[in-house]
């Protein structure tokens, strides 16, 4: 089985910072593209921030410049710095992996539970 566990959201006001972790485990053979995605309440889950097995990086235009995704391929672990929170940035935020498991011949997606962001004005 393929595990993804997030932590590290919570509450926070404006300006504020947090760090979100996901660590994957299970019987995994490599991680592809690893990353973060966040729904607020009637909306549509959306792309927050990505990184490839490359090292390459992806993010949504709201958030340049005040998130950082980084990821510990030693320790199958992504981490999502936050700063300068803005309350539009108030969301649940879930972790995705495409990754393939040992034994398999291709890859799949898989998501975290999600972890709520709250951010006041």
């Known amino acids: 089985q393929v595990q993804l566990v997030e932590s590290g959201g919570g509450f926070v006001q404006a300006g504020g910072s947090l760090r979100l972790s996901c660590t994957v485990s299970?019987?995994?053979?490599?991680?592809?593209?690893i990353g973060w995605y966040r729904q607020a309440p009637r909306k549509q889950r959306d792309l927050v921030a990505q990184?490839?097995?490359?090292?390459?990086?992806n993010y949504a235009d709201s958030v340049k410049g005040r998130f950082t995704i980084s990821r510990d391929n030693a320790k199958n672990t992504v981490y999502l710095q936050m700063n300068s929170l803005k309350p539009e940035d108030t969301a649940v935020y879930y972790c995705?992996?495409?990754?393939?498991?040992?034994?398999?011949?291709?890859?799949?997606?898989?998501w975290g539970q999600g972890t709520q962001v709250t951010v006041s004005s």
């Open positions: 990184t490839t097995s490359g090292g390459s990086t």
């Open positions: 995705n992996a495409v990754l393939r498991r040992v034994g398999s011949t291709g890859f799949s997606s898989y």
């Open positions: 299970g019987s995994i053979f490599n991680i592809n593209n």
